[in-house]
């Protein structure tokens, strides 16, 4: 039987590949944005199969360019999840737009259902957030959709704008860093110029010669984030490989347990009768868990109103959060179902 020191939820994958990537960029002449940022952008082409990948410092930031390029502005209304991180959310009431919160599905994201009823003549778009690795089939509307997929590493389709993230808690971490991938070849070329406070780097002239037409912004990734990037994707077919397998164990190792309801993703994902009971156990027998995330309706920032979303009322007090990641074993896996098993949910 495994013997567990302590398994954490979130654990950044590292590799001796891509520590020595840091080094030798760092010897380079050009460390900020250069070809080797080209070449992770034509390496993440391959696997969104897109050209107009974009890389950036952090989602957020990619966010913040597809928030720019639909001009979204006070007046406007936006649909998101009510369950996400705040990352989509924040740079919209900055903006002056009204975020619409929609209820969510029991595995915590969108309801598609739920977001078309909250449609208007104000909606402009709608996010569409791929949750926990768990990849969200979005609806053919004729309102533009942004997928964030800051916790999804995949090709989408049906979004005129996706996200990415590479922070630190991502399966592929570059330590912090983001992709925009944008369906149409104009809005990428727009994307390129406003990453750099608006300046076309490849016009072949040097910066103090080119015109700016429209202000943008310091978001571009550097050389060194790319690099770590690049060593990084060669692990990636074999990340998705360990994920699936981690998700398969857990299935077969919590099914039939009562009170307990498996859903699935990375983190992985369950409904429980007892959180509360069930974090502290596992705790005490060296398994970290979590929520991270909670609606956002309650955050003064959104209004601090708990709305009347009956799923998300229903699942509030009920959703944890095991650890699914490429540095933990099936063995661990095994470890925590039968600890899980121990205790009366």
Known sequence: MFKAKYI???HPYVTDQMRQAAYDALGERIIGQGKKVDLFERKLGTIFESKNVLTVNCATSALELAYHLLNLKSGDEVISPVFTCTAPNIPLIRRGVKVIFADVKNNLILDWKDAKRRITKKTKAIINVHLFDQFNEPE?????????????LGKTQGEMFTIYSFQATKSITTVDGGALV?????????AKLLRWYGIDRESGKKNIDVDITDPGFKYHMNNITAAIGIAALKNYKKIKRKIALLQKQYFAGLENISGITIVGGSPFLIHTNNRAGLMKRLDEKGIETGLVHKRNDIYTVFGGKRLNLPNMNRLESTYLLLPCHPRITLSQVDYICSEIRKIKT
């Open 182 to 190: 944008c369906t149409r070849k104009e809005d990428y070329r727009k």
């Open 140 to 152: 053919k509307l004729p309102i533009p959709i942004i997928g964030d997929a800051a916790q999804y």
């Open 8 to 10: 954490h939820l979130f």
